[in-house]
Every structure is written in structure tokens, then in C-alpha cells.
């Protein structure tokens, strides 16, 4: 029997709110699934979520859930455009901020009786520098940080930047450009990152490319739609086609193997692994 191929998991980050991050997340998502892969979106915003507003979804039941023991993890996941799938977290729950290990290893079990249905899986993390997004930003194959042109922005990506490499020995970005005026505008703003962070860490930053502005992007987003599945013709989905087909292009490198590891070896550390493989909870 062949063993699964590996699940990528891909984080998307931009350290402070506002700079379009869950959008990216929805609509790169989209066009991996259009591509033929299959998809599972992570609203990983585990007390504030929002990527079901957004596509205007209406969950019965969340991560919340499943970490109380009410339900299994397959019972929450809701099909959303393009065959993507997506795992609805709370809103408005603030302990789902704070998991005790014993809720943590409830999530891992749950990931592991689904790890073999997925290629991907896109994590929409929380803004800021909290434990929890650091677990899942570090916990990635790949992290995408969403810039746009705010001094906000660029402080706080290259913020999160340094505490993932100093703290955590993270050394591979990604960065996208979001909401600028052209192609030059978006290197811009990936020179000016990169410049600051090549000089004070030690870390190697690609730059996926730019999604412009758009009204059409604006006007799927007030209708509750991902613009790639409303308006698929668009500059702005146009954009995500290539910054998609960037990311698949991207060189592997030694990382997690599935949804297991993932949370296990990464996100929850070599600790909460052992108490996983004894069965302690």
C-alpha cells in the first residue's frame, strides 16, 4: 500500500490586522483547489473568526465544538466555492485563545482521522504575536507575510519576522503585496522589508508578487464572495493566479509530513509528541 503524499501547509500572516490577510487566504485557497487540489482552509483566528463571514457561510458548529468533545472535526467542516473546504473557528469565545494541553491534543486527533483527504492546508492565522498565531505561523512549510503600503504594516510583518527567526529559528518567508497601485509599487515594498530584515536576521525572503487595487476585489468582499469566484476576469484574480501557481512552483524543503506533524512536532512542540505517542492526554 503507498503511503499518503504530503499535505503542504501554508501560513498567512502579516503580523497586525487590516492589511487584507484573510482575503488572501480565502482566495489563494480557491484557485489551489481550481487547480485540482485538494483543500482545506483553517481559519486559525481561533476566538475572532471571520472566514466564514467573508464567504458568506453559515456554520452550525465551529472548532469550539470540537475541542468540548460535542463533535468530531469532519462533523464542522463546511464546503465552501471551488470544492474548497473549510474548518470554521469561533467567534466571540476568548478561551478558544487559550487551549489547555488536554483541548490542544483533542485538535491534534482530530487532524490525524482526515490528514489523507487533503493536499493542502492554508492557515488563515490571527494578527499579533501571541503564542497561539506564533504556533501556527511556525508551524508551516511555507509563511506568506501580506503587506500593504502602511508604515504599520511593514513594522509589525518585519516585527513578527524577527521574533519567528530569533525566537523560533524560522529563516524562509514569502512575502505578497496587497492592495498597491502596480507591479513597481508591490517590489517596493518587498525591497524595503527585505533590505531591514537581510541586514539585522538571518533569513531568505521570496517575494510571491502584488495584488493590485481592484473595486471588483472591494465589491466582493462587501457581497460576502471571494473575488476569484465572483469576479474570476479581474486584475485582482488575475493576480491570485499567478501567486498561486508561484506557490505550487516553490522548491520543498524539509518540513511536516501531514496534518500529525504538523500540529505535533511543530506547532505544539516536542513535549506535547511524546504525550501523543504514550496516548496521555
Known amino acids: 500500500m503507498s503511503l499518503p503524499l504530503p499535505v503542504r501547509t501554508i501560513a498567512v500572516s502579516g503580523g497586525k490586522g487590516g492589511v487584507g490577510k484573510t482575503s488572501i487566504a480565502i ?19 481561533l476566538s475572532m473568526a471571520n472566514v466564514d463571514i467573508m464567504l458568506n457561510l453559515k456554520p452550525q458548529r465551529d472548532l469550539s465544538h470540537v475541542v468540548a468533545g460535542a463533535c468530531r472535526l469532519e462533523d464542522i467542516i463546511v464546503p465552501g466555492p471551488q470544492g474548497l473546504h473549510i474548518v470554521p473557528a469561533a467567534s466571540g469565545v476568548g478561551r478558544m485563545a487559550q487551549l489547555s494541553s488536554h483541548e490542544q491534543m483533542a485538535l491534534i486527533r482530530a487532524f490525524s482521522d482526515i490528514e489523507s483527504s487533503y493536499d493542502v492546508l492554508i492557515v488563515d492565522t490571527a494578527a499579533g504575536i501571541a503564542p497561539g498565531t506564533l504556533g501556527f505561523t ?16 511593514l513594522a509589525d510583518a518585519y516585527g513578527l519576522m524577527k521574533v519567528l527567526n530569533r525566537e523560533h529559528g ?12 502596480d507591479s513597481a509599487h508591490g517590489r517596493s515594498l518587498y525591497t524595503r522589508l527585505a533590505d531591514v530584515a537581510d541586514f539585522y536576521l538571518e533569513v531568505k525572503i521570496g517575494y510571491l508578487g502584488f ?8 465589491a466582493a468582499v462587501k457581497s460576502r464572495a471571494a473575488v476569484t469566484d465572483k469576479y474570476p476576469y479581474s486584475v485582482s484574480s488575475l493576480a491570485f493566479q499567478q501567486i498561486a501557481r508561484r506557490l505550487t512552483e516553490l522548491p520543498g524543503h524539509p518540513g511536516t509530513n501531514g ?15 511524546s504525550a ?3 496516548g496521555v492526554a
Do not use: T, W
Open 27 to 45: 482566495n489563494l485557497a480557491l484557485e489551489l483547489s481550481k487547480s485540482g487540489r485538494s483543500v482545506l482552509l483553517l481559519d486559525a483566528d
Open 138 to 153: 511556525k508551524a508551516a512549510q511555507e509563511i506568506v507575510l501580506v503587506l500593504n503600503d502602511e508604515p504599520a504594516s
Open 170 to 181: 524560522v529563516k524562509r518567508f514569502q512575502v505578497l503585496a496587497n492592495m498597491v497601485r
Open 211 to 218: 495584488v493590485p487595487q481592484d473595486e471588483n476585489l472591494r
Open 259 to 273: 496534518f500529525i506533524e504538523f500540529f505535533v512536532e511543530k506547532a505544539l512542540g516536542a513535549h506535547h509528541k
Open 276 to 278: 501523543y505517542e504514550r
